[in-house]
């Protein structure tokens, strides 16, 4: 059974629909990434799979007690605010300490439990907003451009963390990406959109699709070459994926 089942979906504000009759699904366990320009409508459908924004037509059902966790594109915390990361984590729910270090450690940031919040740098608190994600143990992970603002090996290293975490857990994603080249390797499915879905597949599909290419240009030939060459051999997602990090 899908863990979320996107049917026909139009949201929008103030009656202008921004997202028109999208079909999507998630299957337990696998990587999907929606690409699309800015203003696509990306968050928004984003925001409607988590139930923020109410579809005006179509439906969307989720399969029973789903677990989600929620990476946002950017979380403001007051900088004058003293806040250790255990506490930020344990603020929720009242988590115990093993439970805030299991997920840092999950997230590939194991040393920052006792951190300040604002002395943290634009890649670690990133990986603090994984950590607290997937503090419930979530079947579905739900990330909105987590890695805006880092370079492109931070953001790199930070889909191998995805790709790991997937692996350690067998929960599913579905994110939000720009970086379609960096997300390539990370990705089982991409859905291109732009106010509807222009195309979908395998990311080599996708990036070679002519409607993607009228959206994004034709830049994306090298980081397809290099997909193909990372992708000419088998993936055990059971070993650990981060050496080169
Ligand atoms: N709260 C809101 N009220 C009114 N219009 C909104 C609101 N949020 C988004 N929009 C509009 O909806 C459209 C889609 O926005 P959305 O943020 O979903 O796109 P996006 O693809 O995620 O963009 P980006 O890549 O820039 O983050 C845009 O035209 C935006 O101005």
């Known amino acids: 059974m899908s863990l979320v089942t996107v049917e026909n979906l139009t949201v929008g504000y103030g009656g202008k629909a921004v997202v028109r009759h999208v079909d999507l699904r998630v299957d337990p366990g696998e990587i999907v990434t929606i690409v699309g320009p800015n203003g696509s409508g990306k968050t928004s459908l984003l925001r409607a799979v988590i139930g923020a924004l109410k579809p005006t037509e179509g439906r969307i059902r989720s399969k029973p007690g789903l677990r989600v966790g929620y990476v946002p594109q950017r979380l403001h915390i007051d900088p004058t605010l003293p806040i250790t990361v255990e506490r930020f984590l344990r603020l929720p729910g009242g988590a115990t300490r093993d439970a805030c270090r299991n997920a840092l450690e999950q997230a590939g940031a194991p040393d920052l439990l006792q951190s300040q919040m604002s002395g943290l740098s634009g890649g670690q608190f990133q990986r603090v907003l994984l950590a607290r994600a ?93 997909y193909r060459h990372d992708h000419d051999h088998d993936h055990d997602h059971g070993r650990a994926t981060e050496a080169a990090e």
């Open 134 to 226: 997937l503090m419930n143990q979530p079947e579905l992970l739900l990330l909105d451009e987590a890695t805006q603002g880092l370079d492109q090996p931070g953001s790199a290293a930070f889909y191998r963390r995805i790709e790991a975490v997937r692996a350690e857990t067998g929960c599913a994603v579905l994110m939000i990406s720009h970086e379609l080249h960096v997300v390539m390797s990370a990705s089982d499915r991409v859905i291109c959109l732009n106010g509807h879905v222009c195309c979908e597949g395998t990311p080599a599909v996708v990036a070679s699709a002519p409607e993607y290419r009228a959206l994004f240009g034709t830049g994306t030939g090298g980081a397809l070459a290099l």
